[in-house]
């Protein structure tokens, strides 16, 4: 390999650790504001990450992709129902952490690449092989171990999963810039956070010029809590190929499941320890079996 491809390679892993490991450490931040509720919290997340995304496509020339993309009715009407799934998204993550749910969180981010898979073969017709179907179904015996045990499912960790994997079903049909399509999203968004912050906030926290300068600026970093990891992980798709990438899509969730168990405390009852189990074991085969057929894809260029 060229020592040029090396290092851009070598940068790439570098985002890519960089962007999962600020998501995975982004209930930190939660946790220091999380005696504001999570509809407030989600109205800073949306008003801030707004103003840094308009500067981003600002400061890197994207003004004129964005106008063209603004001007085209279908993708905006598209880009509209993806902004609703991030929405609740984004709010079910912040209640979660605030509410001592933080396992919660880290199980559906880690049933969400077994459920984009699912959605992959629904409506985009993709086939799984064998190993790849006994994983989804070992994530599925995982979820179903937990509503037997339990009496209830997982539904904080099934709505992240789904609500995250809807939205990437969506935007994985309309080729945007990464970034100009979440300031479109979060376009569409403002307008109801703005006046949900005017009219409906009536909270000790909702008038900034009464709150102290600290817990102002804790507020307005949730615009770069949102932006900064896709910076990091916009550079790294750039730098190495997806399914390359798709393997550092576990340090979020590894890093929450640790935050939960060892800083946080919360309690990981023996069904949740077995749907976990499952989890982990479903995503070891299904990457396992992505790298062999990798290698074998690698084989065949080289034979022909």
């Known amino acids: 390999m060229p020592t040029s491809q090396k290092t851009a390679l070598r940068g790439g892993i570098i985002s890519a650790i960089s962007a999962y490991a600020m998501w995975g450490v982004a209930p930190l931040y939660f946790k220091l504001i999380d005696h504001i509720n999570a509809d407030e ?11 840094l995304l308009l500067l981003v496509v600002l400061l890197t020339k994207r003004w004129q992709t964005f106008i063209t993309t603004i001007t085209q009715p279908k993708i905006v009407i598209r880009l509209t129902i993806s902004a609703a799934f991030l929405a609740v998204n984004w709010f079910m993550f912040i209640w979660a952490v605030n509410n001592d749910h ?14 984009s898979v699912a959605l992959g073969v629904i409506f985009l017709g993709e086939r799984l092989r064998p190993w790849q179907l006994f994983a989804v179904g070992l994530a599925f015996v995982g979820v179903m171990i937990q509503l037997f045990m339990v009496g209830s499912l997982p539904m904080i960790s099934l709505a992240l999963a789904a609500t995250f994997g809807i939205y990437g079903l969506l935007r994985k049909k309309m080729p945007l810039d990464s970034f100009v399509g979440l300031l479109i999203e979060s376009l569409m968004m403002l307008p109801i956070a ?29 615009g770069i ?23 550092f899509q576990y340090i979020g969730p590894s890093i929450m499941f640790l935050l939960a168990t060892f800083y946080y405390q919360e309690p990981l009852y023996f069904a949740k320890l077995i749907t976990f189990a499952c989890l982990w074991a479903a995503l070891a085969i299904y990457s396992f079996d992505s790298i062999k057929a990798r290698k074998r894809a690698k084989n065949v260029v080289v034979t022909q």
């Open 102 to 115: 933080l396992l919660d969180a880290s199980l559906g981010y880690y049933i969400n690449p077994l459920f």
């Open 194 to 222: 703005l006046i949900y912050w005017i009219i409906f906030l009536k909270t000790s926290t909702s008038n900034m010029q009464e709150n102290p300068m600290t817990l102002n600026m804790l507020l307005i970093c949730a």
């Open 41 to 51: 919290i989600l109205v800073h997340r949306v008003v801030w990450s707004t103003l």
């Open 225 to 247: 809590v949102t932006t900064a990891p896709l910076l990091c992980f916009t550079a790294a798709t750039k730098r190495m190929t997806l399914s390359a990438l798709g393997f």
